[in-house]
Nanobody
Framework: QVQLVESGGGLVQAGGSVRLSCVVS????????MGWFRQAPGKEREFVGW????????TYADFVKGRFTISRDNAKNTVYLQMNSLKPEDTAVYYC???????????????WGQGTQVIVSS
C-alpha cells in the first residue's frame, strides 16, 4: 500500500515562501495523480491543486493566484508544493494525497498523508 509523508511545514512570515515535500513509498509514484489539500482551523478541507502522473499537467484552486507551484520528481518519489508570497489566510494543515485520476474532490483520492502545519504570521 502506498504511504505518504509530508514535511516542510512550520512558521513563516507573511510574504515569505515555503516548500512542502511529500515522500511516497510503496508503489511507483508515477502511477498516481497527486493532489494537495489544506484545512484551516474552523474551515472545511479545500483543494489546492493536483499534478498529473508525469508532471505535465497541473490544476490549481483560484486562491493560489500564481503563488503556488506543484511539481514532482518521480525518480525521488517526491511531490512538492512551492508556496510563495504567503498570506496569513494560508495558515492551514497541508495534506498530500494519491489518486488514480485528477480531481479537485478529496473523495477521489485513495491515500493521504498525515499533514504538515503551515503557520503564516503577519
Amino acid at each position: 500500500q502506498v504511504q505518504l509523508v509530508e514535511s516542510g511545514g512550520g512558521l513563516v512570515q507573511a510574504g515569505g515562501s515555503v516548500r512542502l515535500s511529500c515522500v511516497v513509498s510503496g508503489p511507483t509514484l508515477s502511477n498516481y495523480v497527486m493532489g494537495w489539500f489544506r484545512q484551516a482551523p474552523g474551515k472545511e478541507r479545500e483543494f489546492v491543486g493536483w499534478i498529473s502522473q508525469g508532471g505535465t499537467y497541473t490544476t490549481y484552486a483560484d486562491f493560489v493566484k500564481g503563488r503556488f507551484t506543484i511539481s514532482r520528481d518521480n525518480a525521488k518519489n517526491t511531490v512538492y508544493l512551492q508556496m510563495n508570497s504567503l498570506k496569513p489566510e494560508d495558515t492551514a494543515v497541508y495534506y498530500c494525497a494519491a489518486g488514480q485520476s485528477p480531481s479537485s474532490l478529496d473523495r477521489r483520492y485513495d491515500q493521504w498523508g498525515q499533514g504538515t502545519q503551515v503557520i503564516v504570521s503577519s
